[in-house]
């Protein structure tokens, strides 16, 4: 703090130099010098002057221009950095500038700080404030202002000096994250803490302001925060006021995920050229202690709402890679499981590696899961994080499933943009197949376009056997719905594989001729 005053006083009295000496009054002053000089000391000593002098004030650092301070302007007393307002300042100046452009605005928040500052004390959680604050200077470069936004929020603005593209931003990130693997300690008070993080580049922002550029990079911060202490996100376009809240409590639902009562059901998908099982689809199912089986209408939007889709996406794919180990060590004959992953899901940039280490602790091979994602994500998605995922699963070797195919507009670009393997024919173009000859014709087309980009097809919502008997006539290889089977808890599914074995078995032994 002290060698921050010296400074600060030093500064000033340079400025009322500078001042003094190359202001306006100068014009009038130097005049009358030079004729003074030349009187006494003749032509000599006026050359003498003219060099001499201008050098010294050059060393001094009198008539050379100030650099800019980080530090100029009202700062927070607790953690000694600028505000609000010199950020929204700093991005805007930086906008017109096109020798400067600033590349992007990270928005950092200490997880949990309130508790800390509960149970520690104001005094405590000040100076941890001020340790949080030098911790994350420690891994930025000297021209970058960090600057406190309020509560145990930061927020920084990069400038040309360093790369901004989204993998430099997520490294960048994962450093500051990584300078809060110490705990904090204060007074002999050790504390652990995380940091989320929520960034956006000016380039996804329709509105080029600071204000508006600091306001998505802290929209990505909320969804970051939703989705679980030390999350990092990236602003898209998609992100929009969350739904409305049910008539569950977040307090229930989370209760319910921790306690095992939203588990995935399994609903089989076939083979319309043999019968044989093609694999299961999870979806999740609350069974209430007292309530008993909740639709997923009635839980999902307050699940949604609550940021904990995460949450759900981590009980579902546990408990599905666990059924494909029980139906193996039961000889049960399961080539994979579809499970949905969520709009948000998608957007967090450590999903795959998360996914890749579950499907290694299960001892499981990557093509027996499959990554349902919406056409709508596919078709309105301008998010890279959401395609470096989708294209680390397709290369990983794990299906990737377009779900509601012809909904979403999805364009033939997007989807091999997003290494799609199978496509995912809705529900409303199935319906009536057997009898609706527009319904067959829009079949037909959609099963032409699959087979020339060299996709499968699997038609979801079969009700009934004559929807079955025209979709396999039309050349779709794979279904799924409640003519086959409605989705089921495991242990039904034992019994249901078991007898589909059988028929399958059965239909493929023919009688010999005489």
Not at 13 to 39: C, D, H, N, S
Not at 321 to 337: E, F, M, N, Q, S
Not at 348 to 356: A, I, M, S
Not at 474 to 502: N, R
Request: aromatic share 6%.
């Amino acid at each position: 703090m002290a060698a921050t005053g010296t400074s600060h006083i030093s500064h000033r009295m340079k400025e009322t130099i500078r001042t003094a000496l190359v202001g306006p009054q100068l014009a009038a002053f130097l005049p009358a010098a030079a004729l003074g000089i030349y009187w006494f000391g003749g032509e000599g000593f006026l050359m003498f002057f003219a060099i001499v002098f201008p050098g010294i004030l050059l060393l001094a650092g009198i008539m050379t221009q100030p650099a800019p301070r980080a530090n100029s302007g009202p700062v927070d007393p607790v953690t000694d950095l600028p505000l609000r307002d010199r950020l929204i300042k700093s991005i805007d100046r930086s906008i017109l500038r096109e020798d400067s452009p600033t590349k992007a605005c990270v928005v950092m928040e200490v997880d949990d700080f309130t508790n800390a500052r509960r149970n520690l004390g104001e005094d405590i959680a000040d100076r941890m404030l001020f340790t949080c604050g030098e911790r994350i200077k420690s891994v930025l470069r000297a021209t970058e202002m960090l600057t406190y936004l309020g509560g145990a929020r930061f927020g920084l603005c990069l400038d040309k000096t360093r790369r901004a593209d989204l993998e430099a931003l997520i490294q960048l990130s994962s450093r500051i994250q990584a300078a809060f693997d110490t705990p904090l300690v204060t007074e002999n008070v050790q504390v652990h803490s995380t940091l989320s993080v929520g960034f956006a580049l000016p380039s996804r922002i329709s509105e080029k302001t600071g204000e508006a550029i600091l306001a998505a990079a802290e929209s990505a911060l909320q969804e970051a925060r939703l989705s679980g202490p030390g999350s990092i996100r990236a602003y898209s376009n998609e992100m929009k006021p969350r739904v409305s809240a049910s008539e569950h409590t977040v307090k229930e639902i989370l209760n319910a995920l921790n306690d095992g009562q939203i588990v995935p059901w399994f609903q089989p998908q076939l083979s319309t050229d043999t019968g044989a099982l093609s694999g299961f689809e999870a979806l999740a199912r609350w069974n209430h202690p007292e309530k008993g089986l909740i639709a997923p209408g009635a839980f999902l939007p307050a699940l949604v709402q609550a940021g904990l889709s995460e949450r759900l996406g981590e009980v579902i794919l546990y408990h599905s890679l666990t059924a494909l180990k029980d139906w193996d060590k039961l000889g049960l004959k399961v080539p994979a499981i579809s499970v949905n992953f969520s709009a948000d899901e998608l957007r967090n940039p450590r999903l795959f590696e998360k996914v890749k280490w579950e499907l290694d602790r299960f001892e499981l091979e990557p093509d027996r899961l499959t990554v349902e994602i919406l056409e709508t994500v596919v078709a309105r998605s301008d998010d890279d994080i959401t395609s470096r995922n989708i294209a680390s699963f397709s290369h990983l070797g794990c299906g990737v499933d377009l779900d509601d195919f012809g909904t979403g507009h999805a364009s033939i670009s997007s989807i091999r943009r997003f290494d799609v393997s199978r496509i995912k024919i809705d529900r409303s173009f199935v319906t009536h197949v057997d009898t609706d000859r527009d319904q067959q014709s829009m079949i037909a087309a959609i099963l032409t376009m699959a087979e020339r980009l060299g996709l499968e097809a699997i038609a979801e919502g079969v009700e009934t056997h004559g929807e079955h008997a025209m979709l396999a006539q039309l050349g779709c290889t794979h279904v799924q719905g409640y003519s086959i089977a409605k989705p089921m808890p495991f242990d039904a599914t034992v019994s249901w594989l078991q007898t589909l074995e059988e028929k399958v078995a059965a239909s493929a032994v023919f009688p010999k001729r005489a």
